[in-house]
């Protein structure tokens, strides 16, 4: 883009916004605290999943210093089948830091908000701008697909180095009186116009500013090497009930992939077997069926997991809960199928 043309491509961009922004419960407020949750939760996530979590997320949590207080399992059952938990953890701790810090007031600079928890460049960004106006840049793969097209840049948008390429482009475009609107427009742009393949470009408010659509060719862009390998597991899932109708469950680890969450055991099929379970745990096997064979798909993990249902007699250490009490744990979306199956 011919930078003599910037207050014109601002305009175009903030008036189509205004006019055409989708209604999604986030855009009701200013109130930097809800403005957080909604960018948290929407990394890599789409908008009509996150609508429903974050809509009961603002029920129990309205306020900050609620988020704060909480006891971590009740807010990861809250968080619960919308992945990536460590998000929810960092959220509140970052909550903690506020009220500890900054006297429940979330900061209104860079500096000071990108020392929270788990707020990297691109949230503090879209917070400082949603929130409070402020004319930063708020770069994500949305942000960067639409300038990479509008300005022709062919870096490789999935080398991390790239995305200081496209902060420096936003500080040059942005409005600086409307950055609320400018920065979530480029976002809106890329997530209904600009999209990965086949883009609207007729319908695109800045096309007569956009080097890729005035070349013919937006699909060439952006740059993008390819994913990392995936990398694929199997496992054994075992769930097993004892005679007063109670389950044998595990909590994960405290640091890892879904960190802190419950699950029925889980073997690893290429270190052990369900024979070695039932002799380290000494259960005691009465009757065993085949409940679920499915696979679930991590960002860069395929887990391929085997299910089966025991009647035990149980004399395991462990923690034996009640269908109540199981209710209630925080569980990651391959447990949640398999206790489905079983409650049926």
Known sequence: MNYPYVTE??????????????????????DPYKIWVSEVMLQQTRVDTVIPYYNRFME???????????????????????????????????????LE??????????????????VGPYTAGAILSIAYNKPEHAVDGNVMRVLSRVLDIHDDIAMPKTKKVFEVAVEKLIDPEHASSFNQGLME????????????????PVREYCTAFNEGEPDKLPVKSKKIKMKHL????????????????????EKGLLANLWQFPMIDTSQSTVENFKKEFTVNVHAEHELLTFKHVFSHLTWHINSYYMKCESFAQGDWLSREQIERLPMPVPMLKIWEEVKK
């Open 234 to 253: 199997t496992y054994d899932v075992l769930v097993c009930e004892d005679e007063n109708g109670r389950f044998l469950m595990q909590q994960r680890p």
């Open 60 to 98: 129990s949590f309205p306020t900050l210093d609620l988020l704060a207080e909480a006891p971590q399992e009740y807010l990861l059952k809250h968080w619960e089948g919308l992945g990536y938990y460590s998000r929810a953890r960092n959220l509140q701790a970052g909550a903690r830091e506020v």
């Open 189 to 204: 742009l890329g997530a209904l116009i600009c999209t990965p393949t086949s883009p609207k470009c007729l319908l695109c």
């Open 101 to 118: 810090n900054y006297g429940g007031v979330v900061p209104d600079n860079r500096h000071e908000i990108s020392k929270l928890k788990g």
């Open 9 to 30: 491509f601002r305009q175009s961009l903030v008036d189509w916004f205004n006019a055409e922004k989708r209604d999604l419960p986030w855009r009701h407020t200013t």
